[in-house]
């Protein structure tokens, strides 16, 4: 049973240690929630980056018996130590990603739970250094997960439990079911119900030692983009005696797809130019805090603009976002938030980001590329420590997931023939010609010049864009003055240019909506990045936003 556990906790900013009791004179919060609504979007990059604390009352009373407790957090930024009646339970590093703790053995009949979440700065955590504010929080959902002895597993990596493969052979899928199961015993069984619609398509019965299946989908209703995002569902059921003891319900695509270094990228077998954004997650006041309303308003202008793709940068966003993104077709670059600096400290941290994302994201059939960095070579480096990671994380990837390709964002200024640009199945470039330096023109000059000099290497364009504050106007618009009119020509040029070049796998405009960055102190209102198509409350669409439309 999974109880969503949001209401009625008592946060502090200012407390100094674990508390024994609930603390009543704390601030009452609901989640999600972040420390950093305000002060990591008003400038001066001096929002407040510490530890924080939450805590919660839990009655052993409200538990089924006999059931063993975990508690599950969708993201809590960056660190988090989690304690129960005082006693440590366990962490988690990495601001992005669902982790679950086993507090089981530390129950009484009243539990005081107590989360200890950091933001700070550290040598061994990513994100450290980003264009970008670092929202501290438990800003998604948290929840009270019972289970018996015997469940479908809940301790790899935050994971669902299940792996779906999907396999198109012809007008048929072969679809590869694994299941993990904690506790099995020879007197249970598992029953998989393949459905499409509410229609049984497929169904098995094994013993719950028998924890991987094949089914045959004949005549396949393909997952085809935004022309047909067509999902099939997979309930999979551990049972003894005829009673059900836990279950789990996935979502699947069948599809296939190539990216070809002259044509781009193709959709079951079919030409399907990759046109589309970057999004990041927060929004003016509640930071990443985000409700459902505010994931659907986002994928609503994002389809209304016509994309095809999306880049979620720069880390791992929410389930919600990314089951949207399956049923409204989208094609999608998954990444880790590895960017910007290589930190010596921060490669197990790498692994470990990489491992959540791939192993809970496994099964969306929107995903088509794993992104490894970004920009990591923009402070400098550049030696052999940072190339290794990079490897260790492509090979690892590939080992997790041979179905899906690897990706890099790579910074302008790093040489096109340097090792690490050349480890990933495919590339892409973040080009700012034409607004940092040098002109418009030389975006496609640029492709140009790599797909010459590596016929045989994908190369796309991850980022690119130019600010705008909003209303901002002028007859004669030139680069760095901030108007709508300088960044409608300068995203019509790049239009020009980027669409008739096919080779180019994929393009990804710098941003869908403006986004909070504490450092920045320009455009008109500190503390923003105004690179949207979209303003940050999502009320004023740019008028390049209706270039893309158009």
Known sequence: MIKLWNEAWHFSKTALDIPQDLPVDWEAVNLPHTWN?????????????GTCYY????????????????????????????????RHAGRHDGGYSTWRVNITGLLADENLIVVAVNNASNASVYPQEA????????????????????????????GPGVDVTPVVNGSDAEVDVQVYVTGALPSQQIIYTVKAADQVVAEQITDAHTTRVT???????????????????????????????????????????KVDPEKGFFLNGESYPLR????????????????????????????????????????QHDQYFLDLCDERGMIVWAEIPYIACHMVGGKENTI????????????????AVWGLSNEIT???????????????????????????????????????????????????????LGWYVGET??????????????????????????EAACNWHTSTPGKGDYTEDYQAYYHEELIKQLFVRPYIWATHVWNMFDFGSDARAEGGKDGINHKGLVSFDRKYKKDAFYAYKA
């Not at 501290?136 to 015997?150: A, D, H, M, Q």
């Open 215 to 257: 089914f045959t989908i004949s005549q396949a209703r393909l997952w085809n983009g935004r022309k047909d995002p067509f999902l099939y569902s997979l309930e999979v059921r551990l049972v003894e005696n005829g009673e059900e003891l836990d279950r789990r319900n996935v979502r699947f695509g069948c599809r296939s797809f």
């Open 441 to 466: 023109h030389e975006n496609g000059l640029f492709m140009d010049e790599f797909h010459e000099k590596f016929p045989n290497k994908p190369i796309g364009l991850s980022e690119y864009g130019c």
């Open 131 to 158: 264009d970008f504010t670092f929202y501290g929080g438990l800003y998604r959902n948290v929840s009270v997960i019972t289970v018996p002895e015997s469940h479908f597993d809940l301790d790899y990596y935050g």
């Open 378 to 432: 923009i402070l400098g480096a550049d030696d052999e420590d940072m190339v290794e990671n990079h490897r260790i994380l492509n090979d690892m990837v590939h080992e997790m997931d041979p179905t899906r390709l690897t990706t890099l964002a790579v910074i302008k200024d790093c040489p096109m023939d340097k090792e690490y640009v050349h480890i990933t199945d495919v590339v892409s470039y973040n080009l700012y």
């Open 55 to 86: 805590a919660k009352k839990l009655s052993k009373d409200d538990l089924s018996a006999g059931q063993l407790v975990y508690l599950e957090f969708q993201a809590a930024n960056s660190s988090a130590d989690v304690y129960v009646n005082g």
């Open 276 to 315: 589309g954004v970057n999004r990041h997650q927060d929004r003016p006041e509640i930071g990443n805090a985000l409700l459902p309303e505010h994931h659907n308003e986002d994928m609503d202008f994002i389809c209304e603009m016509g994309a095809t793709t999306i880049r979620l940068a720069h880390y």
């Open 37 to 49: 609504g305000k002060d990591g979007q008003d400038g001066g990059n001096d929002y407040y980056r």
């Open 352 to 367: 470990s980001q990489m491992k959540e994302l791939v192993i809970q994201n496994y099964n969306h059939p929107s995903i």
